[in-house]
């Protein structure tokens, strides 16, 4: 039998005597895409200090943030409790009794400390199947660590480390989750080579990439957090540098190589810019796929700041490749303003969010300058010359460790900011930030609420299956199926250094919707295809109406 996912029990009860009067009443779903008003959006503090920079985040399915930072710069604002025992093995503090990591509760607007025992400095992560969160290497003794956080409800959780788990050091990595469960570890500094966890029977060892040799700067390197995207055929995009390829993962083949990216800009660490997969629409007949990345600095642009102090321009530049072209080309526009560091993100609404960075110099320490504090709205599927909008500047700059990732309630959350080798509160113009806030993106905006879905039920197994059909049962004061609807689901990133790790949206294909009574709805709706599609785990899933999503609701895929 199905299971029903209740979200609402009360209003469930008053629904039922009114689901017999509109049992037939079915509405189409193929209307064309309607946009509201784009407005500038609103910026709330959410905690003006959470006692450690957030370097590194990731949104877990128990509504819940995990955040960490360095181990080796001494103690940070956050203190353990009495009842943890301090860490002794830390480079500049023995002992060191401050936390370096923490979860922070979405619902609540409170936060917790967490013990990290070794150093995660610019690592990576990716969430595993059951909702594990698989964390990678770092420095010096964490960079063969793979270290993994297991969300529960009663604040016990906390993280669990293996030495030695990892085959190469894996510092500036990148990491994406496969259609099998497994989590493939890619680059690194001075580690050219990929790996999997969980080791598997013929996985054991790292695999050699000449492509991460090839795409190396002598002197600024440039292809650090390579961007990595699975794609529907099962292969894997990788880009560094300005190269990209397709990669045959399993045999250690590359496919195809793909054209460079236009101009001069370097895209990746330190002159970092950012990527993501545009969304996958299973309601179109061929689907598309398709890679965007945006920003990054001109070549020879970290030695001018590292080392002369002269920062340049950064890249103003995107460029979009159609990978399922039969011969894929970049097609470039030009963003309002340039930006080395942003964080780029998929909405619910299936745009993309451009936010933090710099518009001069590079990643690395003091390396940037003039913080870009406007984000910016990019719609992939309106005409180019109306595609970027200015949102709404913030007033704290986030800059070099800064991060960001998109909450189930659809805020963007924003944190971390630490240029400086230690923590520097009183640095002038780009103190460490220690802040959390939050952006609420036009439609957040409360003239909205009467058009704004709210999910009741999802009726599925106790896992959503691939190629299976489910409904969501949803409430809504205003319907206006002429404005259309969709169902989205949401992979959530692990973030940092600009890069969202295993972000991908895929927008369902809705067979009908179904009017239960004067403001309940069903839409029935295909699952996702395959893994190849979307990975197995937990996803949130949204249902946007006349251009607004509601709150997302987190669903297992296997």
């Known amino acids: 039998m199905a299971l029903m996912l209740f979200k609402n029990q009360s209003f469930l009860l008053f629904l039922i005597p009114f689901i017999i009067l509109f049992p037939l009443l079915t509405f189409s779903s193929s209307s ?19 006692g450690v920079s957030a370097m590194h985040m990731q949104v877990l399915n128990n509504n819940k943030v995990i955040f960490f930072d360095r181990t080796d710069m001494g103690p940070s604002n956050l203190s353990l409790p009495s009842s943890v025992a301090c860490r002794n093995n830390d480079e500049i503090l023995k002992p060191d009794c401050t936390a370096h990591s923490a979860i922070y509760d979405i619902v609540t607007n409170t936060f917790r400390p967490l013990t990290i025992q070794t150093d995660a400095w610019c690592s990576s992560g990716a969430v595993d199947a059951n909702g594990t969160l698989i964390q990678t290497g770092g420095y010096h003794g964490g960079e063969h660590v793979i270290r993994t956080f297991e969300p529960c409800n009663d604040d016990t959780s906390d993280w669990v480390e293996y030495p030695g788990a990892l085959k190469d050091r894996r510092w500036y990595a990148s990491n994406q989750i496969l259609p099998d469960g497994r989590i493939i570890v890619i680059g690194g500094r001075r580690a050219f080579t990929y790996e999997f966890y969980p080791k598997t029977d013929g996985y054991d060892n790292a695999v050699n990439l000449r492509f991460l040799v090839e795409t190396r700067d002598p002197g600024e390197e440039n ?28 045999n250690n083949i590359i496919l195809k190589r793909y054209p460079d990216i236009p101009g001069q800009d370097k895209r990746n660490y330190p002159s970092t810019g950012s990527s993501v997969l545009l969304p996958l629409r299973l309601t179109e007949e061929t689907l598309v796929v398709e890679v965007m990345i945006c920003g990054g600095a001109p070549n020879g642009a970290y030695n001018m700041s590292n080392i002369n102090r002269v920062f340049l321009p950064a890249s103003s530049s995107c ?37 933090n960075g710099a518009g001069n110099g590079t990643a690395g320490w003091e390396d940037a300058v003039n913080p870009v504090l406007n984000p910016v709205l ?9 595609r970027f909008v200015i949102l709404n500047p913030t007033s704290t700059a986030r800059m070099y460790h800064s991060s960001a990732l998109l909450m189930p309630d659809g805020r963007i959350l924003v944190g971390g900011s630490n240029p400086h080798r230690n923590y520097n509160f009183t640095a002038y113009p780009y103190p460490t930030e220690l802040s959390l806030e939050a952006f609420n993106p036009y439609y957040l905006d409360s003239r909205h609420a009467p058009i704004r879905a709210s999910i009741l039920t999802i009726e599925t197994g106790e896992t959503m299956s691939y190629g ?9 004061s ?81």
């Open 32 to 50: 064309p895409p309607y946009r509201p008003t784009v407005t500038g959006g609103r910026w709330v503090v959410l905690q003006t200090s959470v």
């Open 223 to 250: 292809n650090l957090y390579p961007f990595l995207h699975l794609l529907p055929d099962g292969n894997l995009f990788v880009f560094a540098n300005k190269k990209s390829i397709l990669l045959d993962y399993k």
């Open 319 to 355: 460029g979009r490749l159609k990978l399922s072209d039969p011969h894929p080309a970049w097609v470039m526009e030009d963003m309002p303003m340039p930006r080395v560091m942003p964080d780029m993100l998929i909405l619910p609404t299936g745009d993309v969010i451009l936010i």
């Open 378 to 386: 990019y719609m992939p599927r309106e005409d180019p010359t109306r």
């Open 468 to 476: 299976g059909t489910f409904s969501v049962t949803f409430v809504l």
């Open 478 to 558: 205003m319907y206006m199926p002429n404005r259309g609807i969709e169902v989205s689901i949401i992979t959530p990133s692990f973030s940092t250094h600009s890069f969202a790790m295993n972000q991908r949206m895929v927008v369902l294909n809705i067979v009908g919707v179904t009017q239960l009574s004067t403001v309940a709805y069903k839409v029935s709706v295909n699952g996702p295809t395959n893994a190849n599609v979307l990975p197995p785990g937990y996803h949130m899933l949204f249902v946007v109406h006349a251009g607004i999503p509601s709150v997302g609701v987190w669903v297992k895929v296997a």
